[in-house]
């Protein structure tokens, strides 16, 4: 009787042979590749360069501050910062204060946004402040400067906001901020600093009012700095050092800005601190 031999071991060996070659193409697959870097970009003025009087620019701005929250939800996160020191919403826009390749801050910030689209995960922003504080002298505030300088810094911050967005796409988590009341600090200049820092306070939360809406428009988050700052609570009361008694936001801006101390509107650390906090809490 002749014996036949079994196909069956010839045909296991090619398929162990077929999933060796599978599994050694599979090696050798871009699955091995680098990891692409992950980004959170930082737009702003002086505020997003950390900056601090007879300093500098700094790390201790918020951004920097915020980097480790955001690191531990997206770990191997990189912070890039555009901001720069004195920008107005109008200089964002068109250049002319700080150098950049591209011309301005929102030009710059775009063509990263488009080469590096899928690797941002995070977006603050925080702009218009200058335009307001241009019309701040001293203990006195430019009514109508204010009143126009709010439509200005409406019309940019619109442009901003809407083309970074475009720009970035989506899986971004894009969140702007509104502002602290630098101008509380005249209410320990007398009766009539008393007078400038409540009527600074309604001018503010207008301005305020008017950016958050458009971010929030724009599909942005909105990190509500003024709160934290407690920017229009003149009913509660606390205590400074050799000042004594004064508001609640007063007292904030005095222990968190350098306004008190030096008539310089910008956080200290501490301050800084506080503003990153309100944005941890507040982004996805």
Do not use: H
């Given at each position: 009787m002749r014996f036949r031999r079994s196909p069956l071991p010839v045909r296991a060996a090619l398929t162990f042979l077929?999933?060796?070659?599978?599994?050694?193409?599979?090696?050798?697959t871009p699955a091995n590749a680098e990891p692409q870097p992950l980004y959170y970009v930082s737009l702003g003025d002086s505020l997003a360069t950390g900056y601090q009087p007879g300093t500098g620019d700094t790390t201790d701005g918020y951004p920097d501050q915020l980097l480790p929250s955001l690191a531990q939800r997206t770990p191997g996160l990189e912070l890039v910062?555009?901001?720069?020191?004195?920008?107005?919403?109008?200089?964002?826009?068109?250049?002319?204060?700080c150098s950049y390749e591209k011309g301005s801050q929102l030009k710059q910030a775009v063509e990263f946004l488009r080469e590096h689209r899928g690797q941002v995960r995070?977006?603050?922003?925080?702009?218009?402040?200058?335009d307001i504080n241009q019309c701040v002298k001293g203990s006195s505030i430019g009514y109508q400067c204010v009143v126009?300088?709010?439509?200005?810094v409406a019309g940019n911050l619109w442009k901003i906001i809407t083309e970074i967005k475009k720009a970035g796409g989506t899986g971004v988590s894009y969140t702007g901020?509104?502002?602290?009341?630098?101008?509380?600090?005249?209410?320990?200049?007398?009766?009539?600093g008393r007078r400038t820092a409540r009527?600074?306070?309604h001018l503010v939360s207008s301005a305020n009012g008017l950016e958050s809406t458009l971010y929030l428009l724009a599909g942005y988050r909105v990190a509500d700095v003024a709160k934290a700052f407690s920017s229009t609570d003149f009913e509660n009361r606390t205590s400074l050092p050799v000042i004594g008694s004064v508001p609640v936001g007063v007292a904030r801006i005095c222990q968190w800005t350098y306004m008190c101390e030096r008539r310089d509107i910008h956080p200290n650390a501490e301050g800084h601190r506080r503003i990153a906090e309100v944005f941890a809490a507040t982004i996805r």
């Open positions: 077929g999933a060796g070659m599978l599994l050694a193409c599979g090696l050798a910062k555009f901001g720069c020191r004195g920008e107005t919403s109008k200089t964002f826009v068109q250049g002319g204060k995070y977006v603050t922003l925080d702009i218009g402040g200058n126009d300088n709010v439509g200005v901020m509104n502002y602290y009341n630098p101008i509380l600090a005249s209410w320990l200049s007398g009766e009539s009527l600074s306070s």
